[in-house]
């Protein structure tokens, strides 16, 4: 069998305690098919071509920026997808969960942080405290009934944010190259003088190989802001399903901060899904394939549970 399920101990990690399964993708990128037969009862689902996109709306609010969304009515769960930093609804995760979400004919919403994309506000303001209250805006005044969310990168750490704040609305998380604590942990691995320098000039420019100049300059503000929204050194006290992506080949975010996120998680039914030969970004077909995947087998095993 090509795709093989693997226990916490064939990938070199062992949990402190029973918290669901490890699933490590050993084929290459273009052969996901033995993964996807294991659902024989229900074909996997198909993107459709290209369709209309939504169109673009503002969730206008009086004592914060304004929110860039798009949005598709249909069945519940509804489906939240929460972009990775910096990053816009635009990006392929997001559309081609779009694309399934009509597909399938359930609801669906993609939206931008303050400060980012469509949406209004000044980035140098920015803070994980304040796209917290952006992603629990668009839970409160957008969506309508239950919600899967989606979080990509440190759409991750804010998804279980909000999995924390709302757990009457959300029913179901997929973290995808999940950051939590992520800047705050690589800041404090940066040698001290290293530290005290970013903190005389106010900024610290951190190495990237996702942008243009190869560098994402974050303001100082911004880490020690974060230090306040970290999630890893207690128990985190979100119980419902939870499935948690992560390529191997990541050298932004290591694959092993899943399996803390897993570990810390109180809920019972977690899974990590490890992709061997995917970097960060996941956004290559397979890992769509096994993104769109996921979320279906989420939205079946939701609807067959008792209310």
């Given at each position: 069998?090509?795709?093989?399920?693997?226990?916490?101990?064939?990938?070199?990690?062992?949990?402190?305690?029973?918290w669901?399964?490890?699933?490590?993708?050993?084929?290459?990128?273009?052969?996901?098919?033995?993964?996807?037969?294991r659902?024989?009862?229900?074909?996997?689902?198909?993107?459709?071509?290209?369709?209309?996109?939504?169109?673009?709306?503002?969730?206008?609010?009086?004592?914060?920026?304004?929110?860039?969304?798009?949005s598709?009515?249909?069945?519940?769960?509804?489906?939240?997808?929460?972009?990775?930093?910096?990053?816009?609804?635009?990006?392929?995760?997001?559309?081609?969960?779009?694309e399934?979400?009509?597909?399938?004919?359930?609801?669906?919403?993609?939206?931008?942080?303050?400060?980012?994309?469509?949406?209004?506000?000044?980035?140098?303001?920015?803070?994980?405290?304040?796209?917290?209250?952006?992603?629990?805006?668009?839970?409160?005044?957008?969506?309508?009934?239950?919600?899967?969310?989606?979080?990509?990168?440190?759409?991750?750490?804010?998804?279980?944010?909000?999995?924390?704040?709302?757990?009457?609305?959300?029913?179901?998380?997929?973290?995808?190259?999940?950051?939590?604590?992520?800047?705050?942990?690589?800041?404090?691995?940066?040698?001290?003088?290293?530290?005290?320098?970013?903190?005389?000039?106010?900024?610290?420019?951190?190495?990237?190989?996702y942008?243009?100049?190869?560098?994402?300059?974050?303001?100082?503000?911004?880490?020690?802001?974060?230090?306040?929204?970290?999630?890893?050194?207690?128990?985190?006290?979100?119980?419902?399903?939870?499935?948690?992506?992560?390529?191997?080949?990541?050298?932004?975010?290591p694959?092993?901060?899943?399996?803390?996120?897993?570990?810390?998680?109180?809920?019972?039914?977690?899974?990590?899904?490890?992709?061997?030969?995917?970097?960060?970004?996941?956004k290559?077909?397979?890992?769509?394939?096994?993104?769109?995947?996921?979320?279906?087998?989420?939205?079946?095993k939701?609807?067959?549970?008792?209310?």
């Open positions: 069998m090509a795709g093989v399920g693997l226990s916490a101990a064939a990938v070199g990690w062992v949990p402190c305690r029973s669901g399964r490890v699933f490590a993708s050993l084929v290459p990128h273009g052969n996901v098919g033995p993964l996807l037969a659902k024989p009862q229900r074909a996997p689902p198909r993107l459709p071509a290209c369709r209309k996109m939504a169109s673009l709306s503002f969730l206008n609010r009086s004592d914060l920026p304004n929110l860039a969304y798009k598709l009515k249909g069945k519940t769960p509804g489906i939240i997808f929460i972009p990775g930093y910096l990053s816009t609804m635009n990006g392929t995760k997001a559309l081609a969960i779009e399934f979400c009509k597909s399938v004919g359930h609801a669906y919403i993609r939206f931008d942080y303050s400060g980012v994309g469509n949406s209004d506000g000044n980035l140098k303001d920015c803070t994980v405290g304040k796209w917290r209250k952006d992603v629990l805006s668009i839970l409160d005044d957008i969506a309508k009934g239950p919600q899967i969310l989606i979080g990509s990168s440190l759409g991750g750490w804010l998804m279980l944010h909000a999995a924390v704040a709302r757990p009457e609305k959300v029913v179901a998380l997929i973290g995808v190259a999940t950051a939590t604590d992520a800047l705050v942990t690589q800041f404090r691995q940066l040698p001290v003088e290293v530290q005290k320098e970013v903190e005389m000039k106010g900024v610290w420019s951190m190495p990237s190989k942008t243009e100049e190869g560098y994402h300059h974050i303001q100082y503000s911004f880490i020690k802001e974060a230090e306040h929204h970290c999630l890893l050194h207690s128990p985190i006290p979100v119980h419902c399903p939870v499935r948690l992506l992560h390529g191997m080949m990541d050298d932004v975010i694959w092993h901060t899943s399996m803390q996120v897993a570990d810390r998680l109180l809920s019972t039914d977690v899974d990590v899904i490890l992709r061997k030969h995917s970097d960060h970004e996941m290559e077909k397979a890992d769509i394939q096994l993104l769109v995947y996921t979320i279906d087998d989420l939205i079946e939701l609807s067959s549970m008792p209310q």
